[in-house]
């Protein structure tokens, strides 16, 4: 299994390609139109079999219309901001976006298997209610959504079902996996110590504010 990261230009997300024997991708970014042009020269929209999206704020699955093949997965407390079009408001935010129903709902510890790879959900709220980070437990990687960012930054709580306190929870949780590479819904990928130093520094920012 090989990850291709598609790091973001503009207010998109990143996106990760999971090279696998099922090709999955993580987060779409804005646009179907961005995200088909993203792929170029990676894989080929129809041969993407599973999308999964961290969380339901629209820059992060704006771009799912791109797969027309694939089965899209989403934690089972941001479903209604998806099927509803609101995306807690960043739809209206970005000016774009249309509702959609996701067809596997997600939950902690449910595991998505891609034949020689195997994602291990973890629900991180606070970004949103249904904020998740997915987990490669044997190449110690974390995709981390908008839970936790390089540099120790994180995910904003200001929007709708933001939640500082619960965002604080789940930086405590990631604190204790082993993390070697951390993939990000934004900024740059990070690796080794200076992954691991990412979530130190962010639980002791975060708690400050609660």
Not at 2 to 28: C, F, H, K, W
Not at 158 to 170: A, C, K, T, Y
């Amino acid at each position: 299994m090989r990850v291709v990261p598609l790091i973001s230009a503009g207010y998109d997300s990143n996106a990760y390609v999971l090279l696998a024997e099922r090709v999955a991708v993580i987060d779409t970014g804005l646009s179907a139109e961005s995200m088909r042009s993203r792929l170029a020269g990676v894989v080929q929209p129809e041969d993407v079999e599973v999308v999964v999206n961290t969380h339901a704020h629209i820059d992060h699955c704006g771009g799912n219309g791109a797969f027309a093949n694939a089965r899209v997965m989403l934690h089972e407390l941001d479903a209604e901001a998806a099927e509803s079009g609101s995306f807690y408001g960043t739809a209206s935010l970005f000016g774009t976006g249309s509702a959609w129903k996701p067809e596997r709902l997600l939950r902690e510890g449910m595991k998505i298997e891609l034949g020689d790879a195997e994602l291990e959900v973890i629900h991180t709220p606070g970004h949103t209610p249904g904020s998740i980070c997915l987990y490669l437990r044997e190449e110690r990687a974390l995709f981390s959504g908008d839970t936790l960012f390089a540099g120790g930054s994180f995910g904003r709580t200001d929007l709708e079902g933001g939640n500082m306190r619960q965002l604080v929870e789940s930086l405590r949780r990631i604190a204790e996996l082993e993390i070697e590479v951390l993939y990000p819904g934004h900024l740059e990928v990070v690796e080794g110590e200076e992954a691991r130093e990412c979530v130190e520094v962010a639980c002791e920012a975060a708690e400050r504010f609660i």
